[in-house]
T-cell receptor
């Protein structure tokens, strides 16, 4: 089966930098995605790592180490609007069905304070 | 980017009613569609995966007779919650993905979700 672990809550102040870690266990690993979800809204795609290393998109960066089954999302220059839940999600290949699916972690609630 | 449309966004109905939720890919052919369920302050739980023209694959613990999924075309999948009861009240979210290497393959985009409330 698949499992993902990430911290349940993180608190930071505006302008700070926050790193949200994610460790995973899965077979048929394709890649690690990060999604943002505001209360009452749908998940919004942030980043995807299929290969080891750092991917940077504006204030957000994501890192993957496949050998360690580990990744993180780095949020810089935090703003109040960044207060949301952040989910890591593993894209894993289902050998029995010949397709791949996205399995989500439990989510990390980020609270940004003035 | 690829767009996924989900309808309706909010449903309130009586216990025993069947409710149909639609998920459409607007600008790509969705060979695979996923249905998720989310309870307040919890994660998205994958319910089932459907490939166009074939039966859906349900995750363990999900009743296939309760949650009927139809993926009749490359742009439309429907989830029908049959004889809904209060415990079925939840946030249902669909996701669509295209063929590997085509628009809509990566990233995986989500609809805006349907908030279902059964009285």
């Amino acid at each position: 089966g698949q499992s993902l672990e990430q911290p349940s809550e993180v608190t930071a102040v505006e302008g700070a930098i926050v790193q949200i870690n994610c460790t995973y266990q899965t077979s048929g690993f394709y890649g690690l995605s990060w999604y943002q979800q505001h209360d009452g809204g749908a998940p919004t795609f942030l980043s995807y790592n299929a290969l080891d290393g750092l991917e940077e998109t504006g204030r957000f960066s994501s890192f993957l180490s496949r050998s360690d089954s580990y990744g993180y999302l780095l949020l810089q220059e935090l703003q109040m609007k960044d207060s949301a839940s952040y989910f890591c999600a593993v894209r894993s290949f289902m050998f029995s069905g010949g397709y791949n699916k996205l399995i989500f972690g439990a989510g990390t609630r980020l609270a940004v304070h003035p | 980017g690829a767009v996924v449309s989900q309808h309706p966004s909010w449903v309130i109905c009586k216990s025993g009613t069947s409710v149909k939720i639609e998920c459409r890919s607007l600008d790509f052919q969705a060979t695979t569609m996923f249905w998720y369920r989310q309870f307040p302050k919890q994660s998205l739980m994958l319910m089932a995966t459907s490939n166009e023209g074939s039966k859906a694959t349900y995750e363990q613990g999900v009743e296939k007779d309760k949650f009927l999924i139809n993926h009749a075309s490359l742009t439309l999948s429907t989830l029908t919650v049959t004889s809904a009861h209060p415990e079925d009240s939840s946030f249902y979210i669909c996701s669509a993905r295209g063929k590997v290497g085509t628009k809509g393959d990566q990233p995986q985009h989500f609809g805006d979700g349907t908030r279902l409330s059964i009285l």
